[in-house]
């Protein structure tokens, strides 16, 4: 990636390019009649025919790629992970499967001239489960243009301290890569089979975030099209502004479409110890413990039933990598409460530690689970208050709140959480909270559970407590996002203004709505 600015001359001139006669579309509508161009009067596509001697049609620019407007297509591109909204009313105009950057730089132009929403699509997931894995509509862009981030998955170099990446490459992919060479990103999410791009728009977090912060803060440089259609660099000395309100924004101020990701030697092996507590305040004891001192490399954990179903106990999962030597297990749970005698420990490759959760969906998928609504709830706490909140949550939720999902929750310092847009609570210790439903096929309470995300979210928010742009949350409303985002909301409207004035991007997640 260049430290220097890119531009191409479509950007530079800000003007729609000539359609090419070679492809000017590539599969279109179910009649397989090609569509040329966007009427601007009655805001729908309009075919050949239908464009001649029309002046309100304006041609839509030549692409390497295809533009596709087929109900099949749409309709996929209108729902998402979450299968919580409506594909139909949320659908799309048309989909861009990129052949190239040029591509998209072509289309936010088309799109700012002729007034069309644009949002790029991650399309997350293995096998034939390909799709957006935002779960609340964040990625939806009704009757505008979804961008296929499949489009641009290209792994363009992987140097001795960073790779640089297409926006579309996931990090199961990246992780890959970078492990043929003995490299490894810092920070990487628990389910790897998402996008650069879409993880580090909305902050990414993972089990290294005590040491590592965010994923978009191992994240040296982007290449982002703005709202005037220019491409151009950004990096935390070279338009800041950008980086930082493109790094956890929720995609508002551009389309990243290449990343340099910051990495690291990769170790061999783990050793990972799953600790279980009965009462939550040990749990919070031992945790705190071992984030202040730094024992570990990994360090996650979760709230869970207890094997008769009684109540909940609680699961510190934590983890020390290593070459050639093992590390010392006796000293390493030494001074921790008495929690070796059920605990489970494993000596396991340091990639299939990181690919733990492929066998997690294999059964979510054969169970039914994985295709059924995900009302997720993720946050920050802050430390002081964990205690009292987490009492409230072991009142409120019951084993099938869960269905075949979990509930992470484990400590970080929110020091190293770097961005800007990326809301920490005002404490030096924070905790995950990430109610991760999947509730059980056929489960009539959906809207019961979304009613309880939104109660629990202002409970939390009256405890200091801020959201993870993931989740689903109902009825949030600007005066929402304004306190959300606090004494960073001007200057978060400001870039918005600044870097997509005619508001394209990603309207799905509602922040000025």
């Known amino acids: 990636m260049s430290t220097t600015p890119r531009t191409t001359a479509a950007a530079s001139s800000g003007a729609a390019a000539q359609p090419s006669r070679r492809k000017i ?193 191992t994240v040296q440089a982007i290449d982002i099209i703005t709202g005037d259609g220019k491409l151009v660099t950004a990096t935390p000395w070279l338009r800041p502004e950008l980086f930082n309100a493109a790094l956890s924004g929720g995609g508002q101020v551009g389309i990243i479409v290449r990343v340099n990701v910051k990495l690291l030697p990769a170790p061999k092996r783990s050793v990972i110890f799953s600790l279980f507590y009965a009462d939550l305040e040990t749990y919070l004891t031992d945790s705190e413990k071992v984030l202040a001192d730094g024992r570990f490399q990994v360090h996650a954990g979760e709230m869970l039933q207890k094997p008769d179903g009684s109540g909940w106990r609680y699961k510190m999962e934590v983890g020390a990598t290593y070459d050639t030597t093992p590390p010392d297990r006796a000293r390493l749970l030494a001074d921790l409460k008495d929690v070796r005698a059920d605990a489970l420990i494993e000596d396991v490759s340091y990639r299939d530690y990181m690919f733990r959760l492929d066998a997690y969906e294999t059964y979510l998928k054969e169970s039914g689970h994985w295709y059924t609504p995900k009302p997720w709830l993720s946050m920050f706490l802050p430390a002081s208050k964990t205690k009292a909140f987490m009492k409230l949550v072991e009142r409120e939720l019951t084993a099938d709140s869960l269905g075949g999902g979990f509930l992470l929750f484990y400590p970080y310092f929110t020091s190293k959480i770097k961005r800007p847009l990326a809301m920490q609570p005002a404490e030096s210790v924070g905790y995950l909270f990430d109610l991760l439903r999947f509730p059980n096929p056929g489960e009539p309470g959906i809207q019961g559970m979304l009613d309880q995300n939104r109660r629990l979210y202002d409970i939390a928010v009256s405890m200091g407590a801020k959201r993870y742009l993931v989740g689903s949350i109902p009825n949030m409303t600007r005066a929402d996002w304004k306190c959300h985002f606090g004494n960073r909301w001007s200057g978060f409207l400001n870039a918005k203004a600044k870097y997509d004035p005619k508001n394209l991007f990603t309207p799905g997640q509602g922040f000025f709505a």
């Open 25 to 217: 579309l590539g599969s279109i509508a179910a009649t397989a009649v090609a569509v040329v161009g966007w009427n601007t009067v009655d805001q729908s596509w309009a075919t050949a025919a239908e464009a001649a001697g029309n002046a309100d049609v304006v041609p839509v620019p030549g692409l390497v790629g295809t533009l596709e407007t087929t109900p099949a297509v749409v309709d996929s591109f209108g729902k998402d992970f979450g299968h919580l909204w409506d594909a139909a009313s949320n659908k799309p105009w048309a989909v861009l499967r990129p052949g190239g950057i040029d591509d998209i730089v072509k289309i936010v132009n088309y799109a700012r001239t002729n007034g069309i929403k644009v949002a790029v699509n991650g399309q997350g997931g293995t096998g034939a489960d390909i799709e957006s894995h935002s779960v609340y509509g964040q990625a939806r862009v009704p009757g505008g243009i979804s961008i296929d981030a499949k489009g641009m998955s290209k792994i363009l170099s992987i140097g001795s301290d960073h790779a640089v990446v297409e926006a579309g490459v996931t990090w199961g992919q990246l992780t890959d890569a970078t492990l043929a060479v003995g490299k490894t990103p810092p920070a990487l999410p628990d389910y790897l089979y998402i996008s650069v791009g879409g993880t580090i728009s909305i902050g990414g977090i993972g089990g290294t975030v005590q040491k590592h912060g965010l994923l978009c803060d």
